[in-house]
């Protein structure tokens, strides 16, 4: 197993912290043969001379294989073994495009068997520290490889940074990824004297919103970009993330894991067989109407059953967030089998709607998510959303004509971040960017699959694998292999398949192996 994929063996608490993952579905096999020759390059030491605009280079020293010690510990308990990394140029600067920016960088250059492509790695939450983690499997794999804090330094559901201070919101919202971006590149040519031939883009949850981001204001950053579970329509997902941690911390309510995990596995019951495979995951969740009243408690009963009260939540969730005045959906609720992931939401564990709007929207340290007033709080916050962080913008078409290509992913039981949001998304890009968007964009829904990783399904994913090897043959994927391990056996396999299309089983053969099954519309048989 990867290192970056150790997340999946703790229990649904340690996996708040895993929240965002930018890198937890990528494989740790080699996709591209890498050359054995050390490269020719200038001395990593002199990077350290590197006049660049508006930036400071703090650290340029080389990295004997295996030595590497982080600096700081990741922003999510995870194990961490850099003891496998091969040798590499270490650089560390800070650019300051404005004078309240101090957006910190870290560049890692292979100091042998350079692949001659460059990986920018996305962040989580709000992303105050840079993901040294999520960097040495690419390294590993022969890329150059950057990441940033995205000009502040803090947790990552902390959200005190931006009060009071509108440039260093920019900063996190798009220019910090567009600054490490650009200096990247200029160190990867200082040290090897040359560009790299290809660039990528690599994030889930707030590293897919840095995505789309990317694409759509700096098209010409990256050639190839993986979006998972992107973030893009910030403020009303923090609403929903407040409205989910104003469930699970009331009292009155009682809703807690015992009741989610009662949930969940009612889901999986009512819905897992539809797709002509009982095997704990639903390949399409919109062709099941699941209803949380089943559960509801008669005749006095009080065990594996939920109150009234507890039913209207969950109903509610599910709901999403909504304009009351109005009826029109701000932020689609989540299809059911990922509700545990809701207990994550208490404080001490991942509160980020919470804190989002308590320090930055209302700034009232007194505020708690049951005194959100959707109408007033949520519609002002989108209003006043300078910095664009509910980026809304789908015409992509500049980043389609110079060949972009965008590989957007979402987990069908994602109960964090909506997957209808991308695929609402996926649709609004389709009709806004032209022909360029059927070649240059696909996205696939991961059945089964929870925020980023996890979950019951297939959750194994080489996405840095295939989109560089769509950058670079021109040909689209439209079926992708995902694993999932399974304990004392060999993983089982299944298709993703390129949305709408979903993955049916052939009615033959073992329903652990991708080969038996077809990609097909969705109804079809």
Known sequence: MSRSHRCRRFSADVVAGCVGLALSVIDARPVFAQSGGRETATPCESIASLALPNTRVTVAV???????????????????????????????????????????IEVWLPAAGWNG?????????????????AMAEPLSLGYAVASTNTGHDGGQADSRFAVGQPEKLTDFSWRAVNEMTVKAKAIIIAHYGR?????????????????????????????????????????????????????MTDRSLGLGLPQLNLIKAAAIAAC???????????????????????????????????????????????????????????????????????????????P?????????????????????????????????????????????????????????????????????????????????????ARNGMRLFMLPGVDHCNGGEGTFVVDVLG????????GQAPDRIVAQRPLPGSTPRTRPLCAYPQVARYRGQGSTDEERNFACAAPGAR
């Open 117 to 133: 492509k460059f990986v920018g790695i996305g962040n989580g939450g709000m992303s105050g520290a840079i993901w040294y983690f």
């Open 62 to 104: 080389p990295v004997a294989a295996g030595a590497f010690v982080a600096p700081a510990p990741p922003p999510f308990p995870m194990p961490t073994d850099f003891s496998r990394m091969p040798a590499f140029c270490r650089v560390a600067a800070t650019i300051a495009p404005v004078p309240e920016s101090e957006i910190k």
């Open 466 to 473: 295939v989109i560089d090897a769509w950058v670079t043959s």
């Open 272 to 350: 897992d067989a539809r797709d002509g495979v009982t095997d704990r995951v639903v390949e399409d969740p919109r062709t099941c109407a699941f209803d949380p009243g089943t559960l509801l408690c008669a005749d006095g009963n009080t065990t594996n059953c939920l109150t009234t009260q507890q039913v209207a939540a969950v109903r509610s969730l599910y709901e999403g967030v909504k304009n009351s005045r109005t009826g029109a959906t701000l932020m689609p609720g989540p299809a059911p089998g990922g509700e545990p992931a809701w207990n994550l939401m208490r404080p001490g564990v991942f």
């Open 352 to 436: 980020i709607g919470g804190n989002f709007f308590r320090q930055f929207v209302m700034r009232d340290s007194t505020w708690t998510p049951s005194m959100m007033d959707v109408d007033r709080d949520v519609m002002r916050a989108i209003a006043e959303d300078v910095a664009g962080l509910t980026v809304v913008e789908a015409d992509l078409s500049g980043y389609f004509a110079r060949g972009g290509k965008l590989l957007l992913w979402h987990g069908w039981t994602d109960a964090l971040i909506s997957a209808h949001s991308t695929i609402d998304y996926h649709q609004r890009v389709m009709a806004s960017s032209g022909s360029g």
């Open 195 to 247: 560009a790299a031939r290809y660039s990528y883009w690599v994030g889930c949850s707030a590293g897919g919103r840095q995505g789309v981001v990317e694409a759509q204001r700096f098209p010409a950053d990256y050639d190839g970009i993986s979006a998972g579970a992107p973030a893009y329509n910030m403020v009303p997902l923090m609403a929903f993330a407040a409205k989910a941690q104003g469930f």
